[in-house]
């Protein structure tokens, strides 16, 4: 599918990941899948403007979110 690149983001930050790809604006697509809330908070911190995230991962426990950060991206 032309996937190069998996993180796990325990190991590194999705910033960091994005500036050691080149990428200035951020994500254009996430797929959250494991239901980890710093997971998710994640991947919307690091999403550019008008960036799509498919929250697949099912939590075990309620994930509180920044909804200013979603509709102002």
């Given at each position: ?62 994930i ?10």
């Amino acid at each position: 599918m032309g996937a190069t690149l998996a993180v796990d983001p325990r190991e590194h930050g999705l910033r960091e990941v994005g500036a050691g790809l080149g990428m200035v604006e951020g994500f254009d697509v996430a797929l959250e899948m494991s239901g980890n809330p710093t997971a998710l908070r994640a991947a919307i911190g690091a999403m550019a403007h008008g960036g799509a995230i498919a929250i697949l991962g099912i939590p075990t426990e309620e994930i509180s979110i920044d909804v200013n950060e979603i509709v102002f991206k």
